[in-house]
């Protein structure tokens, strides 16, 4: 008696509901979608992107087997349901009673309403209103007007409402022209368009082949494809690459994708909402300061003779400049954006090499050093002594470190130059690979790399743990490396880099994740770290950086196998990171810096030569300090012409 009071009452909700649940006259706004407005951090417009990209077809435009292709992905019980799926009714209203959240089990109409008339919340009351729409919809039209009307306003990615647009957009052709495989593939997109394009990214392919396959195999299973034709399609259909938007030419483009993610990253905002535009973008980009550091590069660039030498072909700059308040001043991500769609200021695949060391020395001088196997952690300071002679054998608490092949590891100084016993702060000034590789073993390869994670280097950057970890085998961006340089400029206080300071919807405020700031090392400790960095920068490796003013600090590095060159640099203000290499387009491996530019040599400050752990030597001042090489010089020399343009006109 309970039961069928329950279900009776039940009942009656939700006949009241479906009686007070009305279709609205208005679709959602498709027909008044506007640009997205990107601002430079003055206030002036940086850029538009926009309109959305749609355009409506006809039903009977679209293949039939193409239609089939989406119904059988999405609901291949369209043309027999009522509008909605009974079993996605029964999740929902467990979930009401559950108190969780409606997913799933949309039908065409269904998705249609939701995508023309609601939002994209997976509320209980959004789903309920949802499927009632869904069931009055299914009276009032045919359908086939459901379908076409399905097509024309679902997203497909790429800024594309619609299939007339996504067949244009992915394959470059009217709609009328798809086969049943091109037809799968962006029903594929339906799921997810930035899970499944298959140009984003190797995970995106694979699981876009996937699907893929498996609608072609439910259009047999529902008989509407043969085996016989199925049979035909055993290659995935590769669509082209995704176009670059019109007008994002030079370092816009590089800056708009950089806002574009943080704001992906930092708010609930989906791709689909985002493209319907709207949004107005404040954008923490200084736009002279970007337009000098595309000069340097520029500048940089006009010595090389890619022609000429195979040497001056395939490089990759990439450069970014951060305050010490986070903000994302300027960056650098390749000769233009529609030339060259990736960001090498955001690219996570050039090494550190030596300008890492500044982290194993703050962690050293944060966390101190264990001498014993589970003995005491003991205190080093700037003026602990350590061994920098050249092939010094790198030791545990038990005894020297054997590599895999047996061998024992052995650190390599530049120019194979043994300078007896070395502080630590002049280890760090002049760049002396041996004693930085035994103080990350006495600190810890986990504490060092923790010491790094705090300091604003992604724990995604790193690799394995082994003694040239020390030596910077890390692969951050310029723009981390940027902002973790920053932390010790703002006296061991951390924050998060960041490229959008405001977002609004039509002039409504839009509430913007900021991450928190940290302060990960004392004042002490980054005092330390500065000086150091400062005594690199006005007589040591880095030295030619001084010519922009007594307060400069910074330091040079190159990867082990002259395949990378950095200098990261900074003021009281702001910090800026240059890196340099060179990556075969083939086969996407770094190459040799060595003769870059015309010059002998590509060395640079200090990394070293031997155990699969070094580099090329430099060469050897009159002073007796080490010159840098070609990766080195220029790096510096970009991050010196720019910095000498900016402060000028500051």
């Known amino acids: 008696m309970l039961f069928l009071f329950c279900v009776g009452g039940l009942t009656g909700v939700l006949s009241f509901l479906y009686l007070q649940t009305d279709i609205p006259d208005d679709l959602n706004e498709f027909a008044t979608q506007q640009d997205n407005v990107y601002y430079w951090a003055d206030g002036s417009e940086m850029a538009r992107t926009g309109p959305v990209n749609r355009q409506e077809v006809p039903l009977d435009k679209v293949p039939e087997k193409v239609q089939w292709a989406v119904l059988a992905a999405e609901n291949a019980s369209f043309y027999s349901d009522s509008g909605v799926s009974p079993s996605g009714l029964m999740r929902a209203l467990t979930r009401m009673v559950t108190g969780g959240e409606t997913q799933g089990g949309s039908t065409i109409t269904q998705q249609y309403v939701k995508n023309a008339y609601l939002n994209q919340e997976q509320t209980f ?59 799968a593939m962006l029903a594929s997109l339906l799921k997810g368009a930035g899970t499944f394009d298959p140009t984003l990214g190797a995970k995106n392919h694979r699981r876009a082949e996937e699907r893929w396959k498996w609608i072609l195999d439910r259009m047999v299973d529902i008989g509407k494809l043969s085996k016989a034709e199925r049979a035909k399609y055993t290659k995935f259909p590769e669509p082209k690459a995704p176009p670059k938007a019109e007008g994002l030419t030079g370092q816009v483009g590089y ?112 966390d101190g050093v264990q001498l014993e196997r589970d003995g005491a952690r003991t205190p080093v300071s700037p003026t602990s002594l350590y061994d920098g002679n050249d092939k010094v054998a790198v030791r545990t608490p038990e005894g020297p470190y054997w590599d895999r092949n047996g061998q024992i590891v052995r650190g390599t100084n530049d120019g194979h130059r043994s300078w007896g016993q ?70 061991g206080k951390h924050t998060p880099p960041y490229s959008v300071t405001g977002l609004t919807h039509r002039g409504e405020r839009v509430p913007l994740e900021k991450q928190a700031a940290t302060r990960p090392f004392s004042q002490e400790v980054a005092a330390q770290v500065n000086e150091a960095l400062h ?96 990766g080195s010089t220029y790096a510096v020399d970009i991050w010196t012409r720019y910095m000498k343009a900016v402060t000028s006109s500051s």
């Open 125 to 183: 009351s959004r789903k309920l209103t949802e499927m009632f729409m869904a069931i009055k919809l299914d009276d009032r039209m045919d359908k086939e007007e459901i379908l076409e009307r399905y097509l024309n306003t679902s997203w497909f990615g790429r800024g594309t409402y619609g299939i007339q647009r996504a067949a244009y957009a992915y394959y470059g052709k009217d709609v009328s022209k798809l086969n049943v495989s091109e037809g």
């Open 255 to 366: 800056l708009v994708e950089t806002a574009k993610a943080y704001v992906a990253s930092h708010t609930d905002i989906s791709d689909a909402d985002f493209d319907l535009g709207g949004y107005q973008i404040h954008t923490t980009f200084d736009k002279s300061k970007v337009n000098e550091l595309a000069k340097s590069v520029d500048k940089m660039r006009d010595g090389l003779d890619p022609k000429s030498r195979k040497e001056d072909r395939y490089v990759r700059i990439g450069a970014a400049s951060v305050t010490t308040d986070g903000r994302i001043a300027a960056l650098y991500g390749g000769p233009g954006y529609l030339e060259q769609g990736f960001n090498d200021a955001n690219a996570s695949n050039v090494p550190a090499g030596t300008s890492f060391t500044p982290f194993v020395y703050a962690a050293a001088l944060r």
């Open 422 to 491: 070395v502080t630590l702060r002049q280890s760090i000034v002049e760049s002396i690979n041996t004693p930085m590789m035994q103080l990350g073993m006495d600190v810890g390869l986990d504490r060092v790399r923790k010491a790094s994670v705090d300091a604003g280097l992604l724990p995604s950057s790193f690799g394995d743990r082994v003694p040239a970890f020390s030596l910077g085998t890390a692969t951050p961006s310029s723009i981390r490396m940027a902002s973790a340089y920053g932390t010790f400029a703002a006296g």
């Open 535 to 630: 005594g690199a920068a006005q007589s040591g490796t880095a030295r030619t950086a001084s010519v922009i003013g007594p307060d400069v600090a910074g330091k040079a590095g190159t990867e082990q196998d002259n395949t990378s060159s950095w200098f990261v640099g900074y003021t009281k203000e702001m910090s800026t990171a240059v890196s340099l290499s060179r990556l075969d387009p083939k086969t996407q491996e770094l190459l040799p810096l060595d003769g870059l530019g015309g010059s002998g040599t590509g060395s640079t400050d200090g990394t070293p030569g031997t155990s699969g752990i070094g580099g090329t030597p430099g060469t050897p001042d009159p002073a007796g300090t080490t010159t840098p090489g070609a």
